[in-house]
């Protein structure tokens, strides 16, 4: 079993339906804990290293052999307490981030959180650490998509970060910080808008989100984790 700790209800659904696209059948079994990102907005996420290492473990007592983490403002958090935990967890964004490194050096950060920001970027530049790559990394807070997120204003959400996509120029990749931004990369980018270097005919940046890219990666430390423990109990 899969297990994902969420700091908000509304991500349940979206890794259900990636699940029922990419995976059915794959049993997935959902943390909500809101209360998480509070404090971790209000004191930073070390103050909740002990609160989510808790869920952890109780994920893991109830079956799950890995967890995906969908919030990226506690991500780093969640994966440290894996480690000590000998569980696996992945955070959501981490296959996003290498994936903005693949794309090239340019990369900007968009986010609708403050808090997210800097772990995000802190993300890629491991990333990058680890793809023996140099990058520049750019962080663009969207102004008002939190605040339309949190009064269930999806539409305004998504319309605010597909305008600040569109203004990101001299980006090899844009990446949405936080899950709940990822259905603003499906949709068309400007009517005339300038490339991302600036010239006209040149290559738009790529933008990529985390959801899918993290399911998918999570469904397979799981199934690893699962096939490692089938093993043990024959020997």
Do not use: K
Request: hydrophobic share 50%; proline share 6%.
């Amino acid at each position: 079993m899969l297990a994902l700790l969420h700091t908000s209800p509304v991500h349940v659904p979206v890794f259900d339906a990636l699940r029922d696209e990419d995976a059915p059948g794959m049993p997935l079994r959902h943390l909500v804990r809101p209360e998480l990102l509070d404090r971790a907005r209000e004191q930073g996420p070390g103050a909740v290293a002990e609160e989510v290492s808790g869920a952890l473990a109780g994920a893991a007592r109830e079956g799950a052999r890995a967890v995906l983490c969908t919030c990226s403002t506690i991500g780093a958090v969640a994966e440290a307490a894996g480690v000590s935990l000998g569980l696996p967890v992945l955070r959501v964004d981490r296959p996003m981030a290498a994936a903005a490194v693949a794309a090239g050096a340019r990369i900007t950060v968009l986010a609708a959180l403050e808090s997210t920001l800097g772990p995000t970027a802190d993300l890629i530049t491991e990333e990058a650490e680890r793809a023996g790559r140099e990058v520049t990394v750019r962080t663009v807070l969207v102004p008002g998509a939190w605040e339309r997120f949190e009064a269930g204003d999806t539409e305004g959400c998504l319309a605010a970060v597909a305008a600040a996509v569109d203004e990101v120029r001299d980006a090899d990749a844009i990446v949405l910080a936080q899950v709940s931004m990822a259905a603003a990369a499906e949709r068309p980018r400007a009517a005339g808008r300038p490339a991302a270097d600036g010239a006209t005919g040149g290559a738009a940046p790529v933008v990529l989100s985390s959801p899918r890219r993290g399911l998918r990666a999570a469904a397979a430390q799981s199934n690893a984790s699962e096939t490692s423990l089938s093993g043990l109990r024959t020997m």
